[in-house]
């Protein structure tokens, strides 16, 4: 078993009572007409014959077996669907086509998990309308893939067309993705070439059979032409033939427009762009004194004709801002709220300050009122030891769902205000950078593939329980072996927290070097991005610091405010802290951050034993490299842990 087949790993049912009323349901099946017919058919003869050794018979009439059937409850809206079993057996009801694509991945996994199919009675729809994998692959590379060269094979497009493409997107659509951003936000603008269009618009075409829609990250510049272009992009050049990106400037304007009318005349659902401007040397409105709004709005309005949608970044940290970089989005994009276009929506990363291993929440979500925001969420583990450390980050993600901004009081969640729950939100929508690549399993560690599984299933449905997730990741990937279950989730549940204990305690910022985000980089961080010295450590940040606890909603701005009140996960985001200060747990800071360090080698020594404990249920390939990744996390957590050992050490 290569990994290769992710979550869709199809095994035979072994319970022989369970595989009879399998059987006994699944043999026949009506389909409902809808358009995604063909890959539904085409999943359940795959799935029962390797599960039940059946090949399903479709039929038109009958009345038994599974029933696929359009209902007039609009309530479920493009994507929801209703699972219900009763004597006559299953029925599968949705209003819209793709409520049939998503209900059948259900019913597959109900046998995939062994589930009873008595008294069935599910409705899903999904909370968030967009779910979409941002993938930031160049022609070729991956910045920040640590599972191989980027899926998406450029020189063989459009003639040429991997299988892996349509693996691809049945994988995204079992767990609910509908949007696929293919190329990296520092944006090639080749992509905009015809011929890359080109090549784009055969992918368009498979994913769209799953329900999936294509999106593309757009380069400010790329209407320049290349001799005009600014030194930031010299890398590239535009692919335009203007002296200026200038958002005022009608020729700007209208290159866009064209642009947009001939992306859609490829690409008809062509969903839109999303746009890095403004930050890290990316060109962007402000090159030519206008606002990001000013930007946004443009690129919106050549894309509203065709109901496409512009995904505008807040990752910006402008130095004239504010001396505090965590301070800076807030304070850039907070006085543009209601001066976007209705098709703009913003995109904020979790944290403010950049896909650390912990952060308290961005304080813009709650804050905007009038203009819709999206979550961008990390995947891939650029913070959190690559694709080489086992680091389940469902509880990470649960974290900042669950964070209370408490914008509209108490119990208004992160989770309820994308879903708009607490403020109206016209576009809902979350966004994950992909850890994908061209490696065999795609995601380089076999338990990566958790992270884009929990990643689908929690845009879906935010408030999903954890052990859900998990344990339904953990049967359909490995088996539904009891021993199996309870020691692989036992395995990852506290591998995030033991991650930030041991390489980024307390939100105290970046740990780790500047080059690469993977080896341990403190004395490069430490005092350039946070304080540390004899007597304390941490960043104040406090109504007397720099004051970053005010761009939270009461009580938080209080409660972060206080020392001896802020939730210690976030201590030393918050406050100069010092080291003989008292925690919870008795200790002083010193003894417990010191203490805690080794929990990194500990978690991995642990789970060296737990995993051994799974050998002969784990098919031997997987075992091995499992093994292998988990051999080589122990030797680089511990060479972190003698780095930080090292420098915490000079101060005391
Ligand atoms: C940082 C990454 C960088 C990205 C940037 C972004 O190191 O590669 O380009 O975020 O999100 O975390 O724009």
């Not at 992509?191 to 059979?209: G, T």
């Not at 746009?275 to 690129?299: F, I, R, W």
């Not at 979790?350 to 819709?372: I, V």
Request: proline residues 4%; hydrophobic residues 35%.
């Amino acid at each position: 078993d290569t990994g290769y087949q992710l979550w869709l790993n199809y095994k035979p049912v072994l319970d022989t009572r369970l595989k009879r009323t399998y059987v006994q349901h699944y043999s026949q099946i009506r389909l409902s007409g809808s358009r995604y017919d063909e890959v539904i058919a085409d999943e359940l003869k795959r799935s029962l014959k390797a599960m039940l050794t059946i090949t399903p018979e479709f039929v038109h009439n009958e009345k038994k077996g599974i029933q696929m059937s359009f209902c007039a409850d609009k309530s479920l809206g493009q994507e929801g669907y209703i699972i219900r079993s009763g004597k006559k057996g299953i029925t599968l009801q949705a209003y819209s086509d793709a409520g049939f694509l998503y209900g059948t991945f259900h019913l597959i996994r109900l046998i995939q998990c062994e589930y009873s199919l008595e008294h069935l009675n599910i409705r899903e729809t999904p909370a968030l309308d967009s779910r979409q994998l941002n993938h930031w692959d160049d022609l070729g590379t991956i910045e920040r893939g640590y599972a191989g060269r980027s899926l998406w094979k450029w020189n063989d497009l459009p003639g040429k067309i991997d299988p892996r493409y349509t693996d691809y997107a049945r994988a995204n659509a079992s767990i609910g993705i509908n949007g696929v951003i293919l190329n990296n936000v520092n944006a090639d603008p080749r992509f905009l070439r015809r011929d890359y269009l080109e090549k784009i618009a055969v992918l368009a075409q498979i994913f769209r059979k799953y329900n999936i829609r294509v999106y593309l990250a757009a380069n400010f510049g790329a209407p320049m032409k290349p001799s005009a272009t600014p030194d930031v992009m010299r890398q590239w050049g535009g692919v335009g033939n203007l002296n200026t990106a200038d958002p005022r400037n009608p020729e700007v304007q209208k290159w866009w427009k064209t642009k947009a009318d001939e992306i859609y005349s490829l690409i008809p659902d062509f969903g839109g762009f999303v746009v890095k401007a403004n930050s890290e040397g990316m060109p962007g409105p402000q090159d030519y004194g206008c606002t990001h709004a000013d930007g946004a709005n443009m690129l919106a309005r050549a894309l509203k004709p065709h109901g496409g949608i512009v995904m505008w970044r807040t990752f910006v940290y402008n130095p004239e801002i504010d001396k505090d970089r965590i301070k800076r989005s807030y304070k850039e994009f907070l006085p543009l709220d209601g001066m976007f276009d209705d098709n703009v929506i913003l995109q904020t990363k979790n944290g403010a300050l950049d896909f650390q291993p912990s952060e308290p929440a961005q304080p813009l979500f709650g804050s905007m009122t009038r203009t819709p925001l999206m979550a961008e969420l990390q995947i891939t583990q650029e913070y959190l030891g690559h694709s080489t450390y086992l680091v389940y980050l469902l509880p990470m993600w649960r974290e900042f769902l669950d964070f209370d901004t408490h914008c509209k009081g108490a119990g208004s969640t992160i989770a309820k205000i994308l879903t708009g729950e607490v403020i109206p939100q016209s576009y809902r929508a979350i966004a994950g950078v992909a850890n994908t690549g061209d490696s065999h399993n795609w995601t380089g560690h076999h338990f990566a593939q958790a992270n884009w599984f929990a990643f689908g299933r929690l845009a879906w449905n935010p408030k999903l329980e954890t052990h859900k997730i998990t344990s339904e990741w953990i049967k359909s990937t490995w088996n539904c072996d009891k021993q199996t279950l309870k020691v692989v989730e036992q395995m990852m549940m506290p591998t995030w927290k033991s991650f930030v204990c041991s390489h980024a305690p307390y939100s105290i910022g970046f740990t780790v070097q500047v080059k690469g985000h993977y080896l341990a980089g403190f004395e490069i961080r430490a005092n350039k991005e946070w304080k540390i010295d004899n007597e304390s450590i941490g960043n104040d940040r406090t109504i007397t610091g720099s004051d970053y606890v005010s761009q939270y909603f009461e009580p938080n701005r209080s409660l972060f405010n206080d020392i001896n009140q802020c939730p210690e996960l976030y201590l030393l985001c918050f406050h100069r802290t010092p080291w003989n200060h008292k925690m919870k747990s008795g200790l002083t800071l010193r003894e417990e951050l010191i203490a805690n360090l080794k929990q990194g080698i500990e978690q991995v020594d642990r789970n060296i034993e737990l995993w051994k404990s799974l050998r002969g249920k784990i098919d031997e390939r997987r075992f091995g490299e499992v093994m292998e990744s988990l051999a080589t996390e122990k030797k680089d957590t511990q060479a972190f842990y003698d780095s930080a050992i090292h420098f915490f050490n000079l101060y005391k």
